[in-house]
């Protein structure tokens, strides 16, 4: 495809910057960022404002990888803010990318990364913006090859319509093999073809089994350091290395954390030469240990200690298990500014945390709370979320007891954000029901009296029971979805854009069965992501949700196998480096 830098986009985009809300977003170029001539070209598309997508990590590594690549080019695209939506349909300037200004539909292939159900209807916004055909089956042979990736893909059922292929699960092997397959193949048919014959690449009109795509280690070159600057504020503007990936705790709740399966860690040195260099490429003052859960990697205290020899640079440590912070941690980041923490007890009383098999206790969470203070924090984030299995009104107060206990410790700024409980695929909890918003706001009231002392964030209930239609649905969504983003039913994660009685009206408009959906399920009953493999067998997930009901723990599968069959599926096992206490 002709894939030439356009003069004639950047020349109409010049005379609209000054018409809309920070025109920083739309300008691209940025430092650090890779403008190179190459035969075949991809554009990554995150699917939310620049703001935001340009703080996912995800679309870094898979920037890299396909820049490296000699056959390849690959630049980025971010769904405008709709001011700019306006005025670009006004002057008829198509989505572009950010490093060329080349119409999304000159690419060979457009790449989409869903990290949340709710932005289906940006997707679809995209391709419009595009000038590409929403529906697979509409596209000829001048369109791209539409493909998606990220943890939505795991049910990939409400958008297939819309996605030529799905990559699930690790993509920095997979993606090589899926761009050298649409490079050779001889139509769309073929592409398509080839593609379907690819571990962990699911084609809707051809594929009816698919398993998820491992890597076995995060390899060195995997790791971006080059890392564009943008030149607005963006949500996480800092410096980034992945630690680990993947996730041994077995919360019931967490669909990262069965998805991603099995542990991956980097050596301290190769996470101290990758921070070194990041900084020293981007220039930043912050640097962000990010996985999972960060204060698990079993050789963090030497990797925190070590960190400290990097001059005016703050530490910043991802969301922590209570019993994971230790005196050294907090110590080791006691030379930099003290940016914060954050904490996620998830329930509030002891027999619940049990019931997700949080695997930490009250003493837990308070002596690591007092750790932080004693350390020099004074700002602590708590994440709680009600609606869990079992659940009881006491449970819901206790939330408010321990944010007390918490507070008294010497906290002067503590906020906790209380969500409302989506039972995702792959989890133990798929076989759940999910509160409605109006028993949510019911139990949301329990906790009114926490506001004297806490700065408490209710999530909206509404939107977490369409965020559960979205990710539990089935391929009869894809008309509703459609018909959403032609009502601009777009950035539906956004407060500001959100409606939750349009998309009701719309559900049963298109008689979405929301009770059916998101009902109670039995072990025999069919999902519309059994054809996924997550390695994870159905008969493990089972299993511990009845362990859930009866309130018994797992063990932490870094201290004897679980069971869960990852690692006998696909031939794999943990990589540990160090002896987790």
Request: glycine fraction near 6%; include cysteine; charge should be negative.
């Amino acid at each position: 495809m002709n894939n030439k830098k356009h003069p004639s986009v950047l020349k109409s985009l010049v005379g609209i910057l000054d018409k809309v809300e920070k025109p920083s977003r739309y300008i691209g170029n940025e430092y650090n960022s890779v403008k190179k001539d190459a035969p075949f070209s991809v554009c990554l598309v995150f699917p939310d404002l620049y703001d935001v997508g340009m703080s996912h990590f995800g679309v870094k590594i898979l920037y890299d990888i396909v820049n490296d690549l000699d056959f390849a080019k690959c630049e980025r695209s971010y769904l405008p803010w709709p001011d700019m939506q306006k005025e670009m349909q006004n002057r008829s300037i198509p989505l572009y990318s950010y490093e060329s200004y080349t119409p999304l539909d000159q690419f060979d292939v457009v790449g989409f990364t869903l990290q949340y159900e709710m932005s289906y209807t940006n997707v679809l916004r995209a391709l419009r913006l595009a000038n590409i055909p929403i529906r697979s089956a509409q596209r000829g042979e001048e369109s791209p090859i539409i493909i998606a990736g990220g943890p939505c893909t795991f049910n990939p059922a409400p958008i297939e319509d819309f996605i030529d292929a799905f990559l699930i699960g690790d993509g920095e092997e997979g993606i090589v093999e899926m761009l050298e397959a649409i490079r050779s193949g001889n139509d769309r048919a073929d592409k398509l073809r080839k593609l379907s014959n690819i571990e962990g690449v699911y084609v809707p009109s051809i594929n009816k089994q698919v398993r998820k795509r491992v890597v076995r280690n995060l390899k060195r070159s995997w790791a971006p350091t080059r890392q564009i600057l943008p030149y607005t504020e963006i949500v996480h503007d800092r410096a980034v290395v992945e630690i680990m990936r993947g996730c041994t705790n077995g919360c019931r709740f967490c669909q990262a954390g069965m998805i991603y399966r099995p542990v991956r860690e980097r050596s301290t040195g190769e996470i101290l030469d990758i921070s070194f260099e990041a900084i020293k490429q981007t220039g930043y003052e912050e640097l962000s240990l990010l996985s999972l859960s960060s204060a698990d990697h079993s050789q963090i205290r030497e990797i925190v200690s070590s960190l400290r020899e990097i001059p005016y640079t703050s530490l910043s440590i991802p969301s922590t298990r209570a019993n994971s912070l230790t005196v050294e941690i907090a110590r080791a980041v006691e030379s930099v500014r003290k940016s914060g923490i954050t904490i996620a007890p998830e329930a509030g009383t002891q027999r619940l945390r049990n019931v997700i098999n949080k695997g930490i206790s009250e003493e837990d969470i308070l002596s690591a709370a007092k750790l932080a203070v004693d350390n020099g924090w004074r700002r602590i984030k708590l994440y709680f979320m009600i609606g869990l299995p079992t659940e009881t009104d006491e449970d819901v107060r206790s939330i408010g007891n321990l944010i007390d206990r918490i507070k008294r410790l010497g906290f002067y700024d503590l906020s906790a954000t209380i969500g409302v409980f989506v039972p995702k695929p792959h989890t133990p909890f798929q076989f759940e029901s999910q509160i409605m918003p109006d028993e949510a706001v019911r139990k949301f009231k329990l906790l009114n009296w926490t506001n004297r002392f806490a700065k408490l964030n209710f999530t909206d209930p509404h939107k977490a029971l369409i965020e559960g239609v979205l990710s539990r649905g089935g391929r009869e969504l894809s008309y509703a979805i459609e018909e959403a983003e032609k009502r601009d039913l777009i950035f539906a994660d956004w407060d500001e854009f959100f409606n939750a009685q349009r998309w009701m009206d719309l559900f049963e408009e298109y008689s979405v069965d929301i009770d059916h959906i998101m009902g109670k399920k039995r072990f025999k009953d069919e999902f519309p992501w059994d054809f996924i493999d997550s390695g994870i067998s159905k008969g493990f997930l089972w299993a511990e949700y009845l362990k859930a009901l009866r309130g018994d723990l797992t063990i932490d599968c870094r201290n004897g196998c679980t069971g869960c069959g990852v690692c006998p599926n696909f031939g794999i096992e943990n990589v540990i480096y160090g002896v987790r206490e």
